[in-house]
């Protein structure tokens, strides 16, 4: 069986998926605002999964659903849907307690299990994610704002008590932002855009949430979830192209917070039309070109099976993934070799398939792009070093390792977002120092070494280079806890459970001088459970 006729054979008829992966097409008609499941009659945007089926007419992607295509005109109802939820900080949920917000987020998150099935089901459909990572997905995404929760408690209890300095007494507080513009990638569409929505709004902030083009649909089943959870306005959904809806919500200035992760081309644009740039508050995540370092010291089994991992989970589409691998001419051939090997043993086929590790491309184009990057390279100097590198049929690309990779080359600087590996080979350890100070990107970088001096001193030049350095073990964005970021144009503001809540919060203070009448007024206003904001209540 030639390889064409393997890939062919993973995309089966329909009536061969097994039953319970199976999936109803979802028409979706109605979109979140003002508390209100509001009903659409207008345009609809057909999603087609990458999975595809045989015709007589070659291999055709499935429909699974459609939704609106809503127009500024229904942006503008969010937003000052949103506005009049926030009310300049006077609104119900903004002055909600602490306590009573992490109540609403709570029963959230009952109704979000209940709806665990069709999402993670949606996820592997949409976009061909595989049934393990669709299901990781979910349950890491409950176990973020679990962790949410937790953090904010923790940042509740320390805030509780009062601060005494010169004569004065004061409490501080984090107190919420405003309205919130919360937009997520199609690689992590549930994960990710929650990092941001999550933390934005159990801190008091009313949000807009438009989802990705590709992933938009498994949002849909979670609508009643946040229409039953919380105040009416406080949630609310922005449908439609998004070069269509969101510049004219940029330009009101009424967007307090933009919370993007996407392209560096497409959050600068959208900060621009912000008519007050110094009053907008930026969390972004954005693109990068993550290289891995592969000295002569390295255990090159080790680095290859972290480098297949990094360059490769979810078919390399993820910002965090290894987009370029250094490896030091001495051992450049055995790495490749190692690579190719390691490469050919990962299983491909639909997402459902068990052990499955490379899977179709849900953008309608990345085939052709990716073949476009290969054959530039090539013609460039650079030879396909594995088997089959870069055989393609429909929606399915299988990986290509590309070597030797050198400046004139596409592959070189541009983020492939997927199954595509270039390799560098280097002499001296200031090449790859000097690609990453070149770099517009700064996210992360992967060292694999052995020697102890060598990585300390690696260490030291690129902790200012890049936001995180990984010894011996590939670039990633967990666990949770730990900041999530990046230098240059790969990033804007900090994520992680502890700095989320602070990236969309602000300190705010309520003081006085300590006189008896004034510690009289506080003593009153605190024993009388007066506000929500001077308060002694600790949650456990």
């Known amino acids: 069986m030639s390889f064409q006729d393997q890939i062919s054979s993973i ?34 945007s057909e999603v087609y999964s990458p999975v595809c089926f045989p015709t007589t007419d070659g291999f055709v992607r499935k429909l699974i659903g459609t939704y609106p295509i809503c127009t500024e005109v229904e942006a503008n109802d969010a ?48 976009i061909g994610k595989s049934y393990g990572d669709s299901a990781k997905e979910f349950d890491r995404t409950i176990e973020y704002i679990n962790a949410t929760i937790d953090a904010l408690k923790a940042l509740d209890r320390k805030s509780s008590r009062f601060e005494m300095a010169e004569g004065l007494i004061a409490q501080i507080r984090r107190s919420p932002l405003g309205v919130v513009l919360c937009m997520g990638p199609f690689n992590y569409p549930l994960n990710e855009t929650f990092t941001t929505l999550i933390p934005a709004l159990i801190m008091g902030n009313t949000i807009l949430f438009k989802p990705p083009k590709h992933g938009t649909l498994l949002h849909y089943p979670l609508l009643r979830a946040f229409q039953e959870s919380f105040p009416k306005g406080v949630v609310n959904t922005v449908y439609g192209r998004g070069a269509v809806v969101t510049p004219g919500l940029m330009q009101t200035g009424k967007i307090n917070v933009l919370a993007f992760i996407g392209s560096s081309k497409v959050a600068n644009d959208l900060k621009k039309r912000h008519p007050k740039i110094n009053r907008l508050r930026a ?35 993820r910002c965090t993934a290894i987009k370029v691998i250094f490896v030091h001419k001495d051992v450049a051939d055995e790495f490749l070799k190692l690579l190719s090997e390691e490469v050919s043993k990962l299983k491909f086929g639909l997402p459902w398939d068990r052990d499955v590790k490379l899977t179709p491309l849900p953008e309608a184009n990345k085939t052709d792009y990716l073949t476009d990057i290969v054959n530039d390279a090539i013609a460039n100097g650079a030879k396909v070093i594995n088997e089959n590198g870069g055989e393609t049929l429909a929606s399915f690309f299988y990986p290509a390792i590309v070597y ?5 080359m596409k592959l070189y600087r541009e983020e492939q977002f997927g199954p595509v590996i270039p390799v560098i080979p280097f002499e001296s ?10 770099s517009p990107h700064g996210m992360q970088v992967s060292i694999f070494s052995n020697d102890a001096s060598e990585i300390s001193s690696l260490i030291d030049p690129f902790v200012n280079l890049v936001s995180r350095v990984n010894i011996n073990s590939q ?20 994520l992680s459970v502890y700095d989320a809540l602070r990236a969309f919060s602000i300190r705010s203070l309520v003081a006085t001088k300590m006189n008896d009448t004034n510690k009289h007024i506080i003593n009153e206003i605190v024993n009388g459970n007066d506000s929500n904001f001077l308060s002694t209540k600790f949650i456990l």
């Open 429 to 438: 350890i200031e090449e790859p120092i000097d690609y990453q100070i070149d």
């Open 11 to 44: 995309f089966v008829e329909e009536s061969q998926i097994p039953a319970e992966f199976q999936i109803e097409e979802v028409h979706q008609r109605e979109y979140l605002c003002n508390g209100e499941m509001k009903q659409w009659i207008g345009p609809v």
């Open 283 to 317: 969390v972004l995540s954005l693109d990068a070109k993550n290289a891995a370092i592969v000295t002569k010291n390295a255990d090159l089994h080790l680095a290859v099976s972290e480098c297949v991992l990094g360059a490769l989970s979810f078919n390399g589409q």
């Open 475 to 494: 670039c990633q964005r967990g666990p949770d806890v730990f900041p999530f970021t990046g230098r240059k144009d790969s990033a804007e503001g900090t």
């Open 79 to 126: 937003l000052e849907a949103a506005i009049a939820a926030y009310d300049n900080g006077r609104g119900e949920w903004p002055t909600m307690s602490v306590d009573g917000r992490i109540k609403c987020m709570e029963r959230f998150i009952y109704k979000m299990i209940e709806q665990r099935t069709l999402v993670v089901k949606l996820l592997m459909w949409e």
């Open 404 to 408: 030797p990779v050198n400046e004139k």
